[in-house]
């Protein structure tokens, strides 16, 4: 296949996927039963932090964990159409997550999308991380189904943020990833229902051995030099750093 038509496949699939988290959120509001309403803002957030993600990582990188996520989306609205009733949106739901997931086939099969991860890529541990936070909302929401509350939500909701926080490198975000949320969810699982505390608790066990890898440290803070000054003559030195510094060919000022 050509670029152009690669990149029309992996635009084609990613759009089948956003249709059918669009109907897929559409079906849960309108007939909600029997989840929670906090469970389904849950799925909701879960479902649409992980399938932006996947398509856009798959549309510019091709990322090989883009594609993983895109699958994961889908799988939860497989998950979905088992578990809600039978009705108009559910079965444009899952004509298109089954059209999705053939798509998605034929992304792996054409080997359009990356069978391996990027050598220059961020190693595996750093990109379990924020991936697993993003999921806790669907994670957490699928756990308590029927009798999710304000705790499930905010721990939930915290995920996507934390893993935003963490992708973007901004202070704190090892400490965070390794000790704060892990504790923090950790410090809630006790209060929440046994499926959801098992799973909180999976959840942060996980993320805080991952974090710990040494490899992740160095992805979000990454082993750098320092300059240093060392006086050379004019004669080495490029004609463009002398004339930016207003100097000619012997040092001096012009």
Sequence with gaps: ???????????????????????????????PEPSAPIAVTLVGTGLWTLGTAGVIGMTISRSRWAYLTAWMVILAVGVLAVITPIGVFWAISVALGAATAVGLIGLGARS???????????????VAVPVVMAATPLLLGFSSWSDAGWLELVIGVSGPLVALWFMKTLPGALIMARVLWPACLLGAAPWMEPTSMVTTTAIAVVVALAAWRPEVKT?????????????????????????????DDRGRRK
């Design 1 to 31: 296949m050509t670029e152009t038509a690669e990149t029309r496949a992996l635009i084609v699939v990613g759009g089948l996927m956003i249709l059918a988290l669009l109907v897929t959120t559409i079906g849960l509001i309108v007939d």
């Design 112 to 126: 359009i999308v990356r069978g391996r991860p990027a050598a220059s890529g961020p190693p595996v541990a750093a």
């Design 219 to 247: 992805s979000v803070r990454p082993l750098t030099t320092r300059g240093s000054r060392v006086p050379i003559p004019p004669e080495l030195a490029p004609r463009d750093v002398l004339d930016s510094a207003g100097l």
